[in-house]
């Protein structure tokens, strides 16, 4: 059976875009707990960093007026009243021709405004001799000089990383706001499928697509449901189906060619739409796309190759949407080290290795597995393209992992 219309890339995007609503709803976690999360608000700072002016290192606390004329030869003596370790409060203030010794992130007391480095000290009983003039403000850290209170620190849809919850943390906040995962089902189908556990008997092939995919949309951090392998009859895929209806996205590989034994589409249209049926694009013609009650359903083709190119330049920009990330695969300009034949009138999407600025391609077949584990990028080769010379320019998508 022929495909009765098919969508162009960019048409299929914007068919899916007007298809579902994205409702992204957020909870409130610990920050230990909120590694690799997205935040679902903007982190506004609840103090001053630091709080107090602070030493920048072991030294004297001084009023830098009293320093302006010392020098080696004429050091100028002033009387030691405290010593302020890291932690502790000073107890005095600083007045004309005293000091404290403050220890490195010890608070400066009230009345001084610079402190003088040890090396720049003699010690005279009580007494500090002071051979080097300061300037205002010298080896102090102000008030809100790294984060002041009130500023925006943090913007919504950023992901949080190891170096964002210690900087939550040293603002003191305890929990912060994320979107929560998006669950999403994935099986395969076919019943030339089998587990990596089974026994691999002829004409039987391991399950490579469901296991990739859920291993990538757990990295992306959604929580993900790998609901095994249905066979090639309707009834078996309509219960994956059923099984996954409390999830927010399902992902299925193979059964959608409009083969004589692939029933998808049959299985979707029982209790939902079809949005997409047949994309003009290489891998990925027969790729299928509905929903079911405002969650999106894609039938990726069943070549692992051709699984991994389309899930990455069509399943995953709307998983980042879910995910609530404000982002999209980095796009490069980059230098074809090889004649590359392309499918004219079809827009081509071929996996390629990268070294540098140049491309080659790692396509070894649609069910090759190394083609997708040597892939670093994605090479886009225009519909009007037949092919493409050593040394021509190609846009690349660069894949993340």
Partial sequence: MKFLKLDTYEEAIKKIESSVSFELKSEEVPIISSLNRVLAEDIISPIDVPQFPKSQMDGYAVRSEDTFQASENSPVKLKLIEKINAGSKPKYSIKKDTCSYVATGAPVPEGADSVVMIENVQLENNNVLITKGLAPGENVMKIGYDIKKGSQVLTKSTIVTPRIVGLLSGLG????????????????TGNEIIPPWDELIYGKTYDVNSYYISSKLEKLGCETFMLGIAGDSKEEIFSKLKEAKNCD?????????????????????????????????????????????????????????SSFTLFNILVLPFVYKMLGQKKNLETRKLISGERIYSTKGRKDFLPVTINGNTINSAFRGSGAISSFLKAEGIAIISETTEYVDKGEELEVMILED
Avoid at 173 to 188: D, E, G, L, T, W
Avoid at 287 to 294: K, Q, R
């Fill in 249 to 305: 996205m399902i992902i299925l590989s193979a059964g959608a060619s409009k083969g004589e034994r692939d029933f998808v589409e049959d299985a979707i249209k029982s209790f939902g739409d079809i949005i997409i049926h047949g994309i003009s694009i290489k891998p990925g013609k027969p790729t299928l796309v509905g929903h079911i009650d405002n969650k999106l359903i894609f039938g990726l083709p069943g070549h692992p190759t």
């Fill in 173 to 188: 906040i305890q929990k912060v706001s994320v979107y929560k995962k998006p669950k999403i089902a994935v099986f395969s």
